[in-house]
């Protein structure tokens, strides 16, 4: 264990190499791509300045009125807004008008259903006042009468054994 067994390492060595490609080609290419963007760019600029010069397009829309090609999307857009909106309203206001007459039939349905009720009860059972209900009367309903001759119904007076036979 004594001291020193490794040595420092060495230092790196750097090693120029030449580039054996000839890339001038591609340099010159760039620089021709260059100048094509260049002059693009400024037939570009010219063209639109010579069309913000030009007096701009107008469209007869009616009417005697007239409006530029650059805002006649908006003109399009805004009378379909306006369409639509006077279409809304006359929807409103037909659904209003349908509900009110909704419930006006409903109303008359209604009161037809209960006068549909009182005819029939009416012919079923004759007017107010009148002879009332009738019905057929069993052979031993006359014979009991109203209960008559024993002093009522069946209480302890009617429950006398009348004969005894004994």
Same mark, same amino acid.
């Given at each position: 264990?004594?001291?020193? @067994?490794?040595?420092?390492?060495?230092?790196?060595?750097?090693?120029?190499?030449? =580039?054996?490609? =000839?890339?001038?080609?591609?340099?010159?290419?760039? /620089?021709?791509?260059?100048?094509?963007?260049?002059?693009?760019?400024?037939?570009?600029?010219?063209?639109?300045? *010579?069309? *913000? =010069?030009?007096?701009?397009?107008?469209? !007869?829309?009616?009417?005697?009125?007239?409006?530029?090609?650059?805002?006649?999307?908006?003109?399009?857009?805004?009378?379909?807004? #306006?369409?639509? &909106?006077?279409?809304?309203?006359?929807? /409103?206001?037909?659904?209003?008008?349908?509900? *009110?007459?909704?419930?006006?039939?409903?109303?008359?349905?209604?009161?037809?259903?209960? &006068? @549909?009720?009182?005819?029939?009860?009416?012919?079923?059972?004759? #007017?107010?006042?009148?002879?009332?209900?009738?019905?057929?009367?069993? #052979?031993?309903?006359? !014979?009991?009468?109203?209960?008559?001759?024993?002093?009522?119904?069946? !209480?302890?007076?009617?429950?006398?054994? #009348? =004969?005894?036979?004994?």
């Amino acid at each position: 264990m004594g001291g020193g @067994g490794k040595a420092p390492a060495p230092a790196p060595q750097i090693i120029q190499r030449t =580039n054996p490609y =000839n890339d001038t080609w591609i340099r010159d290419s760039l /620089a021709q791509g260059e100048s094509k963007y260049d002059e693009i760019s400024d037939w570009m600029n010219q063209r639109k300045t *010579a069309l *913000a =010069n030009q007096a701009p397009t107008m469209y !007869n829309v009616g009417g005697g009125m007239q409006v530029a090609q650059q805002d006649f999307g908006q003109y399009v857009q805004g009378r379909f807004n #306006q369409q639509e &909106q006077a279409f809304n309203q006359r929807l /409103a206001q037909l659904q209003s008008n349908t509900g *009110a007459n909704r419930q006006s039939l409903l109303a008359q349905g209604e009161t037809l259903a209960r &006068q @549909g009720e009182r005819n029939r009860i009416a012919a079923a059972y004759g #007017q107010q006042g009148g002879a009332g209900v009738t019905g057929v009367q069993s #052979q031993k309903r006359k !014979n009991l009468g109203a209960y008559s001759g024993t002093g009522g119904g069946f !209480n302890r007076s009617g429950m006398r054994i #009348q =004969n005894l036979n004994v």
